[in-house]
C-alpha cells in the first residue's frame, strides 16, 4: 500500500506570498492531520480533518488554513508568509480520527525568504 | 496544559550498548502513546503504539513500556542505523497528537 504523499516536496517563497500544500492519505485513511515542525518548537499541531471538515486546531494564526476534499486528499495554505513560517510541513493519515495511530509522509520543506 | 518531556534530548552509545530512552507526560486523560522514528529531513516513521499502563511492545531491538506516567524506549544491542531522533506523542483528551521534542540518538561503531 502507497503511503502518505505530499508536493511538492521543497518550496521557497518570499515574504508576503501565500503558499499552498498538498497531501494525498494512505488509500482508506480518512483522517488528516497537519504539522509544523522547526528545530526551536518541534513538531506542532496545525489541524486535523475527517470528512471534509476541520474536527480540531492547533495555536497558530488565521494565515494557516487547511481543506479536505471528498477523496480524503487535504491541502493547507499559508497567506502573507512570514520568515518564520520556514520549516518541514508534514502531513499524517490515519484511518479514523482520534487515537488511530497517524502515519507521516515525508514532508514539504518551505523557506521563505 | 498537557506537556510531553522527553530525556535525555541527546545520547551516544557505543554499538551493542543498551540503553532507555524516556517520554513523560501530564497525567491529565492519556488516551493513547506513539513512539515514531525520524532521520534527518524525513517524516516520522512509526514504530508503537501504547494505550494502558503496562502495555509493551517490542520490535527487533526496540522495545515500548508504558506506566500511568511515562513511558520507556529501550534499545537493545543497537547497531549504527539505529542513530536517529526518536519522538514520543501524546494523544490527550482535547484529541490533539502531542509530541515531545526527542532524543537524537547516536549510535558509535
Known amino acids: 500500500k502507497a503511503g502518505v504523499t505530499q508536493t511538492p516536496r521543497y518550496l521557497i517563497k518570499t515574504r508576503g506570498q501565500q503558499v499552498t500544500l498538498s497531501c494525498s492519505p494512505i488509500s482508506g485513511h480518512r483522517s488528516v492531520s497537519w504539522y509544523q515542525q522547526t528545530p526551536g518548537q518541534g513538531l506542532q499541531f496545525l489541524f486535523e480533518y475527517f470528512s471534509e471538515t476541520q474536527r480540531n486546531k492547533g495555536n497558530f494564526p488565521g494565515r494557516f488554513s487547511g481543506r479536505q476534499f471528498s477523496n480524503s486528499r487535504s491541502e493547507m495554505n499559508v497567506s502573507t508568509l512570514e520568515l518564520g513560517d520556514s520549516a518541514l510541513y508534514l502531513c499524517?493519515?490515519?484511518?479514523?480520527?482520534?487515537?488511530?495511530?497517524?502515519?507521516f509522509g515525508p514532508g514539504t520543506r518551505l523557506t521563505v525568504l | 496544559e498537557d506537556q510531553v518531556t522527553q530525556s535525555p534530548e541527546a545520547l551516544r552509545l557505543q554499538e551493542g550498548e543498551s540503553s532507555s530512552l524516556n517520554c513523560s507526560y501530564t497525567v491529565s486523560g492519556l488516551r493513547g502513546l506513539f513512539w515514531y522514528r525520524q532521520d534527518p529531513g524525513k517524516g516520522p516513521e512509526f514504530l508503537f503504539t501504547?494505550?494502558?499502563a503496562g502495555e509493551e511492545k517490542e520490535k527487533e531491538r526496540l522495545k515500548a513500556t508504558l506506566t500511568k506516567k511515562e513511558s520507556f524506549l529501550h534499545i537493545t544491542a543497537p547497531k549504527p542505523e539505529d542513530s536517529a531522533t526518536y519522538l514520543c506523542?501524546?494523544?490527550?483528551?482535547?484529541?490533539?497528537?502531542?509530541f515531545g521534542t526527542g532524543t537524537r540518538l547516536t549510535i558509535i561503531p
Open positions: 506523542a501524546v494523544f490527550f483528551g482535547n484529541e490533539k497528537l502531542t
Open positions: 501504547l494505550y494502558s
Open positions: 499524517a493519515s490515519s484511518t479514523n480520527p482520534g487515537t488511530d495511530t497517524q502515519y
